[in-house]
């Protein structure tokens, strides 16, 4: 009898190492999901879904004219095998605001939904120049983030603006709904302000203002320093402008300009 105790005991006890080994990995598996889709949702720019892009061929020559008069079907899809283009910088002289107008009819688009009401801008984007210069007009590309807020989920839109390149790479993704989100919803989202005023807003500080001031800070003295052999991210971030000046991957100057006011720290 106390022979047959002990094996039940121990097969109890290896049952219980079972559960809690299983019910360990589950938790793992889940504490991990809700912390990579929290830090999805608390920075969608600095996240994106790579390897998910779909891309569409573009006219840079046409498309804002077609956008205005009311033409959807300008973004087909781009062929596997196809070598698009790679123009020289400074090609096409769109500022930010003609970025968010084209972003804004990929993402009707895409979702066919207005990239309005419930849909929002997570940021006034992300802004580049591939070789800097000395009359710097308009921006070589862009990324464009939209999100909106469900009941369980939350979807999220990227689009990347290449004219040099003739294309636009997009994606679509759905994250779920963290448990207590609204505390993110709360520090990092307000679309309703900062967001929106650094677009084009009067007064406020948009991606043209700050790349201005951050060239006033020591930014145009650098590339004539380095012969112009360089170029530029300007990167709206929490609301604050990071321009960023490099050379070959080595980043040679930051800028840290505050959105509201124009106030900037040189990092």
């Not at 781009?78 to 002289?93: C, K, R, W, Y």
């Not at 999220?156 to 609204?182: A, K």
């Not at 930014?219 to 990167?235: D, K, M, P, V």
Request: proline share 6%; net charge negative.
């Amino acid at each position: 009898m106390k022979k047959r105790n002990r094996f039940v005991s121990f097969l109890l006890v290896i049952v219980a190492c079972i559960c809690f080994v299983c019910v360990t990995r589950f938790l793992f598996a889940w504490a991990l999901e809700v912390f990579l889709d929290s830090l999805s949702q608390s920075d969608p720019l600095s996240n994106p879904p790579y390897g998910q892009e779909q891309y569409y061929d573009i006219d840079p020559t046409t498309i804002l004219a077609d956008i205005k008069n009311g033409k959807t079907d300008i973004f087909p899809v781009s062929p596997e095998d196809e070598i698009p283009p790679h123009l020289p910088s400074g090609s096409f002289n769109w500022s930010s605001a003609d970025y968010f107008e084209i972003a804004k009819a990929h993402h009707l688009f895409l979702t066919g939904e207005d990239a309005s009401g419930e849909w929002k801008l997570f940021a006034p984007g992300h802004f580049e120049i591939d070789q800097c210069n000395d009359n710097m007009q308009g921006f070589d590309s862009a990324t464009i983030i939209f999100y909106k807020r469900e009941p369980e989920a939350f979807p999220v839109t990227y689009i990347e603006i290449r004219p040099l390149r003739e294309l636009i790479g997009s994606s679509s993704i759905t994250y779920s709904r963290m448990p207590d989100d609204n505390i993110i919803e709360r520090i990092w989202y307000s679309p309703d302000t900062s967001f929106k005023e650094a677009l084009s807003v009067g007064g406020a500080i948009n991606a043209e203002k700050a790349l201005q001031i951050a060239e006033e800070a020591g930014g145009a003295e650098l590339r004539q320093r380095f012969s112009n052999n360089c170029h530029i991210h300007i990167t709206y971030s929490t609301d604050d402008w990071l321009v960023r000046y490099y050379q070959s991957g080595t980043k040679l100057l930051t800028v840290d300009i505050d959105a509201q006011d124009g106030t900037y720290k040189i990092k």
